[in-house]
Structure formats: structure tokens, C-alpha cells
């Protein structure tokens, strides 16, 4: 027989790190919604989507153009 156990916790982040978090997941979705975009640009023009590879070769182009996503760890 098998328990399940669940753990709660709760993070009381300082300002700076409030910050930091929310520069975090700024820059998550910022870079997920425009290679979600781009995915499906190219998925209509030739059926076939990007590959791990493509995105992750235009994601280093992507950092070099916005300086700012060079501010949050990768």
C-alpha cells in the first residue's frame, strides 16, 4: 500500500529577490511567446515546426538583441 505525502511551503522573498523573481518569469514568457509564435509561423508556411536546436542556436541572437534577458540567470 502506498501513501502519498505532500509538502507546503511558503517563500518570503526579500524586495531585491521580489524583483529578481518577477524579471525571472518576465523573461520566460517574453522568450516562450515568441518562439511559440515563431513555431507556428512556420509550421503554417511548411507543416513542420522548429526544432530544440534552431530555437536554442536563435536564443544566444535573441540575448545579443535584448540586453535585458541577460539580466536573469538562464
Given amino acids: 500500500m502506498f501513501i502519498n505525502k505532500a509538502y507546503k511551503f511558503r517563500l518570503y522573498p526579500n524586495k531585491e529577490q521580489e524583483v529578481l523573481i518577477a524579471k525571472t518569469i518576465g523573461c520566460s514568457r517574453f522568450v516562450f511567446n515568441r ?3 515563431l513555431w ?34 538562464s
Avoid: I, M, P, R
Wanted: one cysteine or more.
Fill in 35 to 37: 518562439f511559440l509564435s
Fill in 40 to 73: 507556428n509561423e512556420t509550421y503554417q508556411a511548411t507543416g513542420k515546426g522548429l526544432s530544440y536546436s534552431a530555437c536554442s542556436s536563435q536564443l544566444t541572437q535573441l540575448k545579443k538583441e535584448f540586453t535585458w534577458l541577460q539580466e536573469v540567470d
